[in-house]
């Protein structure tokens, strides 16, 4: 299995700024994605990131304000723009797994607090 | 659209008892998976059911997907304290060969 990690881990940030999330994995991988949860509630997938094109943004989420970098197969960012306190939430990003059941490893979040 | 409901959403029992969390859907999917996250990390993923009536055990837990691949359940003997964390299902979703489609999770707490 792949071990993803993320940087910064927790940031409280100024409404109005922007914060980028780095998502690490130790192996090379084909797609990744990036989440939003709120403690103990489900995920909410915001896009996905192919390397060498654009992301795939669900629908409810803009790349002006979730701009995605996806430079290799080991790496990407999120970055939450200009912050309003809605944007407090827990940031997740995961990997699909080789195979077929498009199984996934995730990081271990970043949790965002908008003041 | 394809759902994935879970139940119960919350669950707190003491150390020693059984339980058992549901996942059902009105779609059939190909597989299902289910995740357990606990405070402070991801979802890690525990199993994947692909066969109908399958059933899979990892230690005290038991996961079975049903005949007809809409629901499954997942079961806990003797839960322990380090049981507890975020049960959530997922499966493939059917407009995309990457993405997946979640239930609302089970938050557990095991009291000792």
């Known amino acids: 299995s792949a071990v993803i990690s993320q940087k910064p881990s927790r940031d409280i940030c100024q409404r109005g700024t922007s914060l980028t999330i780095q998502c690490q994995v130790d192996?090379?991988?084909?797609?990744m994605f990036w989440y939003r949860q709120q403690p103990g509630q489900s995920l909410t997938l915001i896009a996905t990131?192919?390397?060498?094109?654009?992301?795939?943004?669900e629908s409810g989420f803009v790349i002006d304000k979730f701009p995605i970098s996806r430079p290799n197969l080991t790496f990407s960012t999120l970055t939450v723009s200009n912050m309003s306190p809605e944007d407090s939430s827990i940031y997740l990003c995961?990997?699909?797994?080789?195979?077929?059941?498009?199984?996934?490893?995730f990081g271990p979040g970043t949790r965002l607090t908008v003041l | 659209t394809q759902l994935l409901e879970q139940s119960p959403q919350f669950l707190s029992i003491q150390e020693g008892e059984n339980l058992t969390v549901y996942c059902n859907s009105s779609?059939?999917?190909?597989?299902l998976q289910w995740y357990r996250q606990e405070p402070g990390e991801g979802p890690v993923l525990l199993v994947t059911?692909?066969?109908g009536g399958e059933v899979k055990k990892l230690k005290r837990l038991t996961f079975q997907f049903g005949d007809a691949r809409k629901d499954s359940s997942l079961h806990i003997t003797a839960a322990q304290p380090g049981d507890t964390g975020l049960y959530l299902c997922?499966?493939?979703?059917?407009?995309?060969?990457?993405?997946?489609?979640w239930g609302a999770g089970t938050k557990l707490i095991i009291k000792p």
């Open positions: 997922a499966a493939p979703r059917r407009d995309s060969n990457y993405q997946l489609i």
């Open positions: 779609s059939v999917f190909s597989s």
């Open positions: 059911v692909v066969t």
């Open positions: 192996s090379q991988v084909t797609m």
């Open positions: 990131a192919n390397q060498g094109s654009e992301a795939t943004y």
């Open positions: 995961s990997a699909k797994a080789p195979g077929n059941f498009n199984e996934q490893f």
